[in-house]
């Protein structure tokens, strides 16, 4: 997901072809169609996912997935503090008021106060989970001082000897000023990323005293090189920098525990000893925070190819942090999908010849690919960072020694892109932005094909392959380094999703799956992931930045022979590939360059290729592209419900683990709230 698990984000465009997935209601006694798409807001629509196979698994497996589970639920509070400092006070101080409030609910202000909370929620926090800026209440600041006054004040979350006047004051500029903390990360040059970012990572701080203090510790073993900073707050106390170590006992420690409560279960049923191994070094991790641990936990779990349950769970990805330094939390509980890891399985067989057929310079290669291993996985439970918005597949360990070393683990996470699929289904977006009839055939016929091995590419190869050179540290790209690692690992599967040896190879049936995502991916970059952009803004998310700075890099660089052409019909705009051949070699050309980039550490060149391509907005087409979208009436971002799953014991004995599928999003959060809410408001 980041560099990284990679939250390799789910392309507009994507159309996909119906898998052999059940379509029922668990919980009914009769067959019915299995409703995926449930509700749409603002600019959001929230959806279901299915667990197909869970029933197949043997009770001891369900038992497992079950405390995964809560352990994934127990760490929710966590995201939303890291996120900003405000977050929590906000969320309860809106739960109470939609709990408790006596007044009049069937106004259109009443409406529009529901919405806020539910896109809160989605966010995890005020801060749009994809655009990064401040989302604004679509209600009066005078409506919410009402909404306060008839609501129960006891349940306000009040500092100690505060008022709820006192909080509501304290409060109102965080939720209603757009000047106030306005961007959750702020990536944009020439500025003081810690200062402007309202990341609860650092406290006081500016980023020269953050770059200043990580620079200052030198690492025991060069060739092993510690995390620094990944599971920590840096604030100053009485002028001195420390570290606020998230930890059992240090900060966060209550929702910890609760975790922790949770894996020690995991631990009792776990499928074999590798798998009880690398749980109880997670444990360890969250008892003592030490960063040793947590790579032995990493070393032990990218070891373990035999368990059938899997889960992510920890401080993992720095997407959040401008400086690219501390992680979110987050987890993700699966187990593997049988039929369709043989698809992924090919891959990482052969990723030995992928990588010495890689178009980068030779010195950049590995010259012995290691432990890479690839499963298609059925997600059972998502959190954190990961929940309600989902990766669509993941890449881990983050450390480049440890994958350098003992390898990585890839999953695409089938269940989730069908959920979106079936959810999209004549949402009329391939008609509105393909150019040709043929193009939507192509994306009809392959699309779901060429978009799953895409994303099997990009996380079992694209992120595995090519090494740093020797002294080159892993945060030399500072804050483009998750943008160029993104594009890497893309431009890895555009590459090779062309290249013959796929067909061969039997993972893809014919050149017209690469050419689908070709389509797919120089249309999204150029034309429809515009719409998820507010008017005027520039492209602030590092997904974005990279698809933007592939497609118009090779919409510049392939000008002369006409590679990539803009055309108008009807005076709408669309894009047409003309040479597919030669849009490879482009691909290959700036896959070069990125890795050389980062395998030297070139942070000048690096930051060039981004602020070049990847973050400015053609906005007479941004224009056009919003106008059009509107008309679809779809939602361009989305995110899921949990399953949620209940154990039958009978004499303190498990019998069974019941899985049902709940169709209500605001329900489902406010059980979270009440049921999993660990963490003090104030930290």
């Not at 699966?334 to 043989?342: Q, V």
């Not at 002294?471 to 594009?487: H, R, V």
């Not at 014919?510 to 389509?519: H, L, P, T």
């Not at 700075?549 to 590939?577: D, M, P, Q, Y």
Request: aromatic share 12%.
């Amino acid at each position: 997901m980041k560099p990284v698990v990679i939250t390799a984000a789910v392309i507009m465009t994507i159309i996909l072809n119906s898998c052999n997935q059940p379509k029922k209601e668990d919980s009914s006694s009769k067959p019915v169609e299995f409703k995926f798409l449930l509700e749409q807001f603002a600019d959001l629509k929230i959806m279901r996912y299915q667990v197909p196979g869970f029933e197949s698994l043997d009770l001891k497996q369900k038992e497992l997935i079950y405390y995964l589970s809560q352990a994934a639920i127990s760490g929710r509070d966590i995201i939303f503090d890291q996120n900003g400092r405000y977050n929590l006070a906000i969320r309860r101080t809106m739960e109470n008021i939609y709990s408790t409030y006596s007044g009049d609910k069937s106004s259109e202000e009443w409406k529009n106060f529901v919405v806020y909370l539910k896109r809160i929620w989605f966010s995890n926090g005020i801060y749009h989970h994809y655009g990064s800026e401040k989302f604004l209440p679509s209600f009066s600041q005078d409506y919410f001082m009402e909404l306060v006054k008839n609501t129960d004040q006891s349940k306000f979350p009040v500092r100690p000897g505060q008022s709820v006047d006192q909080l509501i004051a304290e409060l109102i500029p965080f939720i209603f000023d757009p000047n106030v903390l306005p961007k959750k990360v702020n990536l944009e040059t020439g500025t003081d990323l810690v200062k402007t970012s309202a990341v609860n990572f650092y406290d006081g701080l500016s980023e020269e005293e953050v770059e200043g203090f990580y620079k200052g510790m030198a690492q025991p073993n060069p060739q092993e090189p510690l995390s620094f900073g990944i599971n920590s707050k840096l604030v100053k106390e009485n002028g001195k920098l420390m570290e606020k170590v998230w930890k059992i006992g240090g900060m966060y420690s209550s929702a910890i525990e609760k975790i922790v409560f949770w894996l020690n279960k995991a631990t009792e049923v776990a499928e074999n000893e590798q798998q009880k191994q690398w749980l109880e070094e997670l444990i360890s991790y969250y008892q003592t925070g030490d960063l040793k641990t947590w790579d032995k936990y990493n070393v032990l779990w990218v070891s373990d190819h035999i368990s059938n349950v899997d889960v992510v769970n920890g401080f993992i990805e720095n997407y959040e942090d401008p400086l690219g330094r501390k992680a979110t939390w987050e987890s993700v509980v699966d187990f593997k999908d049988i039929e369709a890891t043989k698809r992924a399985e090919t891959i990482s067989a052969n990723a030995q010849w992928f990588e010495d057929h890689s178009p980068v310079d030779p010195g950049f290669r590995k010259k012995q690919v290691k432990g890479v291993s690839a499963k298609v996985i059925t997600v059972a439970q998502l959190g954190g960072d990961c929940y309600p918005s989902t990766p669509i597949g993941i890449n881990l360990p983050n450390a480049d020694w440890i994958r350098k070393e003992h390898g990585s683990k890839s999953v695409t996470m089938e269940n989730i892109t069908y959920a979106y699929d079936q959810a999209a289904l004549g949402n009329g977006m391939l008609e509105e932005f393909a150019f040709t009839a043929e193009e939507q055939e192509l994306a009809k016929k392959y699309g779901s094909l060429a978009s799953n091995v895409h994303t099997d590419l990009h996380e079992c190869l694209g992120h595995g392959s090519g090494q740093l050179l020797p002294g080159t540290s892993s945060e030399a790209l500072k804050n483009y380094q998750s943008t160029l690692e993104e594009a890497r690992a893309d431009l890895f599967a555009l590459y090779f999703i062309m290249d013959p040896k796929m067909v061969q190879l039997g993972v893809i049936p014919s050149e017209g799956s690469a050419k689908a995502e070709y389509n797919a991916y120089i249309r999204n970059g150029l034309i429809t992931q515009l719409c998820r952009i507010e008017r005027g803004k520039n492209i602030e998310e590092a997904h974005m930045r990279n698809r933007q700075l592939i497609a118009k890099w090779c919409f510049e660089h392939g000008k002369e022979s006409n590679v990539i052409e803009f055309v108008k019909k009807e005076n709408k705009t669309f894009i047409r590939i003309n040479d597919y051949n030669k849009l490879r070699e482009l691909f290959g050309k700036l896959l070069a360059e990125i890795q050389r980039i980062k395998s030297e550490g070139d942070f000048h060149a690096g930051q060039k290729l981004v602020e070049d391509y990847g973050v400015r907005v053609d906005q007479q087409l941004h224009k056009e592209v919003l106008e059009r979208f509107k008309k679809l009436n779809v939602a361009p971002y989305g995110g899921f419900i949990n399953p949620t799953f209940t154990l039958i014991e009978n004499d303190g004995k498990v019998k069974e683990v019941k899985i049902d599928y709940p169709i209500d999003y605001a329900t489902q959060m406010m059980e979270y709230s009440t049921n999993y809410s660990f963490l003090p408001t104030w930290n």
